[in-house]
DNA sequence: TTCAATGCAAATTTTTTGCAAAGTC
DNA sequence: GACTTTGCAAAAAATTTGCATTGAA
């Protein structure tokens, strides 16, 4: 089986997580295909240079990865969920007209005030319209 | 076959849908649990009183209405859907702890500005964290 | 009577689970 | 050798689809 000398390893072993080859090879998928995939498109994506991997460890390796924080989801789609191996803050973006999943780095993270007793773990936002190839 | 007459009948005329029995039902229930039920909750809750309604009418329901836009769908959960009647802009705060999911009135939907040549159609916030009760 | 809406059952899609086999330290 | 991870196949959960029946204007 071949084995990957990256620094999705050392990423990993920051987070204490053992590299193994699935877990390596599924956050460098992540890490060069910057589309927000879904578990099928990881799955599909991966199953070709690696003969053996299952739908089943994707899953695994992917609530591990979200588990530790070392990657986040984006739950913007209905139906399935993508994941995202970036960690600068960042908001989505999906054109209703092309379903193009685009990151936004320039907007600002809202400030969110709520009422007091509410502990504030985390903020998502997801903002839809038309990106600039449909607005035309 | 129960004939309803109440608001929620002038409600769909106005968004020129039909107030046929299943939809007014539909949204009846939105409009009386105001806890962003999902599909299934929403079908479970009319069965008991609504002799003849199907999980397929429900979704056909919810599909129309959003479609519309007389009511909006909460993506907050990873799994399923939920669906919300209010109208009032406002966000969604999901309890790490319990799950309880909280309308945010108060807080402030915050004001995006994008790069250039993106059309902002909607704003959508979930925040993420303890709620109240779990914070003790 | 024409067209829209419903309900059933089956299919599809996404994700999870149980468990035996294989891999890792 | 003990413990973790993997893969298969099957199950589960949420949603959609095809189509015949029913309901509404």
Redesign the pocket.
């Known amino acids: 089986?071949q084995?990957y000398y990256n620094n999705e390893i050392t990423l990993l072993k920051t987070f204490d997580?053992?590299?193994?080859?699935?877990?390596v090879a599924v956050l460098e998928y992540l890490n060069t295909h910057r589309t927000h995939p879904?578990?099928?498109d990881i799955y599909n994506g991966l199953k070709t240079t690696?003969?053996?991997?299952?739908?089943?460890?994707?899953?695994?390796?992917?609530?591990?990865l979200v588990d530790k924080k070392v990657i986040s989801t984006v739950g913007i789609d209905?139906?399935?969920?993508?994941y995202d191996a970036q960690t600068t803050p960042h908001l989505h973006f999906k054109c209703d007209q092309c379903g193009k999943i685009y990151d936004m780095f320039d907007a600002t993270i809202p400030e969110i005030s709520l009422e007091p007793n509410f502990t504030v773990h985390n903020v998502t936002v997801y903002i839809s319209g038309l990106c600039p190839d449909c607005s035309k």
Not at 78 to 82: D, G, K, L, P, S
């Open positions: 089986m084995t997580i053992r590299p193994l080859n699935h877990r879904t578990a099928d690696m003969a053996s991997i299952s739908r089943t460890t994707v899953y695994n390796v992917l609530h591990l209905a139906q399935e969920m993508r």
